[in-house]
């Protein structure tokens, strides 16, 4: 923003580096682990949306194609939970999750459950962003702004298409 290219290219080669670094200690063999002496630990990695989005490319391709192979495998009717410790769940980072997915075939197969959620949900209020991956039970965090989140497949088209241009 400042025109600072030095510090730009600095802590650009930084973040490459951390993000080469995390891939290596990071991986599981089938996914990526919560914490890197978590064995047998997992959690979505909703925020590696903006990576792809800002351009950036820290993280390679290998590592959405696996962690979107594993959120398949392993969720609920009603999502992917957070992590591996429970089974409640963010819709809109689950979106965001299914935003990294390389086909529309595999993004639907994750957007999908939100859509149950959203219709068999145990209350009739404002869709919540929070609930239970397993039942539908929303917990009391519903109509925030946070919802917005479902639009970023939206948001990522767009761009894509912007700079396809």
């Not at 609930?131 to 479902?150: F, K, L, S």
Request: contains cysteine; charged residues 25%; glycine residues 4%.
């Amino acid at each position: 923003m400042v025109s600072d290219k030095d510090t730009e290219e600095k802590y650009m080669k930084l973040a490459s580096e951390f993000a080469s670094k995390w891939e290596l200690e990071a991986f599981g063999g089938d996914h990526y682990k919560m914490t890197f002496h978590g064995e047998g630990t997992w959690s979505q990695k909703y925020n590696l949306v903006w990576d792809k989005l800002l351009g950036f490319n820290l993280f390679s391709d290998k590592v959405a194609e696996t962690e979107v192979a594993w959120y398949i495998k392993n969720q609920y009717k009603y999502g992917i939970p957070l992590d591996c410790r429970k089974t409640f769940t963010k819709s809109d980072w689950v979106i965001w999750s299914a935003t990294l997915a390389q086909s529309d075939d595999d993004f639907k197969k994750l957007a999908e459950p939100i859509w149950w959620y959203v219709n068999d949900c145990d209350r009739r209020s404002p869709v919540g962003d929070w609930h239970e991956a397993t039942n539908a039970h929303a917990n009391p965090m519903y109509a925030r702004p946070v919802i917005a989140g479902y639009f970023m497949k939206m948001l990522s088209n767009k761009i894509s298409h912007k700079w396809r241009l």
